[in-house]
C-alpha cells in the first residue's frame, strides 16, 4: 500500500473509535446531535422521518437542476443507522449505507425493513475501492465528511466520481473555512487544533471525541476537477453566511467515455 494511502487510513482510526462508542451507547443522538435527545431519547419515527423529508428536498434539488441521474443504484456515503439510506430507498432500486463503524452498521441492519433492497457495509480505509467503478447512479452524504479529516475527506470525494456511472450525480456536504494548504504550518496547526485538543477536550467532559473539519469552497471545486468531476451547482445552506454547504457534481463530460473508447 502506498505510503500516502496508508496515511489517509491511520487518520481514520480515532474517528473509527468514536463513532464504534456511539453506535453501541446511543446511536441516532450521534447521527443528529440534540441536547434534548442525549441518552438515547429520539423517537425512531420522528428520526426516520426528518430523513425521509431530506431526501426529498434534495432530489427535489436535483431535480431543479435538471439533472436525471438513472434510478437503479443509489450509494449513501456516512450511512449511520439508515436514516438516510432507508428514504433514499423509496426512490431507487437498490441502496447501499457504508459508515467508518461496525456498531453503526449493526444498528442499521436491525432497523431495516427494506430487505435485500438495503444493504449496509462497513469500511474503515480513506478510499471506497470495496465498490467497482461506475456502479452507482447517485451518490448522497450529510454531515459526515465534516467529521473526517480533509485529507480524507477529500480523497473520499474524489472516489465518489470513480463509483459514479457516466450520468451519475454526487451530492455532498461539507463546511466553509479558510483555505489551508497542505503541509504548510497553519495546516500542521490546524490538525493539532482540530484533532488532539478538540478530542482531549471532548475527552475531559466525558463526551466521545468526533472531530470538525472543513475544506475551503475553492479547495473543494480543485478536488472535484481532480477526481473526474464538475460542479454543477453550490448550495449555502447556512443562511447567507457560506459557512455550511451542499455541493452538486456530475462526472465530467467525456472522462468515461474516452476510458471506453480505450477499452475498446
Not at 60 to 72: E, Q
Amino acid at each position: 500500500m502506498p505510503e500516502t494511502d496508508r496515511r489517509r487510513d491511520a487518520t481514520l482510526a480515532p474517528v473509527k473509535a468514536t463513532y464504534e462508542t456511539w453506535g453501541r451507547e446511543d446511536p441516532f443522538y450521534a447521527v443528529l446531535t440534540s441536547k434534548r435527545r442525549r441518552g438515547n431519547q429520539w423517537d425512531p419515527e420522528v428520526f426516520f422521518d426528518r430523513g425521509r423529508r431530506e431526501v426529498d428536498d434534495v432530489i427535489d434539488y436535483v431535480d431543479g437542476l435538471s439533472l436525471r441521474p438513472g434510478t437503479a443504484r443509489a450509494l449513501d456515503f456516512g450511512c449511520g443507522v439508515g436514516r438516510l439510506t432507508f428514504a433514499l430507498a423509496d426512490r431507487f432500486d437498490e441502496v447501499v449505507g457504508v459508515d467508518i463503524a461496525e456498531s453503526m452498521v449493526d444498528c442499521a441492519r436491525r432497523w431495516n425493513d427494506r430487505g435485500e433492497r438495503v444493504r449496509f457495509v462497513a469500511n474503515a480505509r480513506a478510499d471506497l475501492s470495496l465498490f467497482a467503478d461506475d456502479s452507482f447512479d447517485f451518490v448522497y452524504s450529510s454531515i459526515t465528511l465534516q467529521h473526517v479529516p480533509p485529507e480524507a475527506a477529500a480523497n473520499y470525494v474524489r472516489e465518489f466520481f470513480r463509483v459514479l456511472r457516466p450520468d451519475g450525480v454526487a451530492v455532498f456536504q461539507m463546511p466553509n473555512g479558510p483555505r489551508i494548504e497542505p503541509g504548510s504550518l497553519r495546516w500542521r496547526a490546524y490538525n493539532l487544533r482540530r484533532r488532539v485538543f478538540r478530542r482531549w477536550w471532548k475527552r475531559l467532559r466525558g463526551i466521545p471525541a468526533y472531530e470538525m473539519h472543513w475544506i475551503a469552497r475553492s479547495r473543494m471545486t480543485e478536488v472535484v476537477d481532480d477526481g473526474g468531476g464538475e460542479l454543477v451547482d453550490v448550495q449555502d445552506l447556512s443562511g447567507g453566511r457560506s459557512i455550511n454547504l451542499r455541493y452538486c457534481a456530475v462526472v465530467r463530460v467525456g472522462v468515461k467515455t474516452c476510458l471506453v473508447v480505450i477499452l475498446l
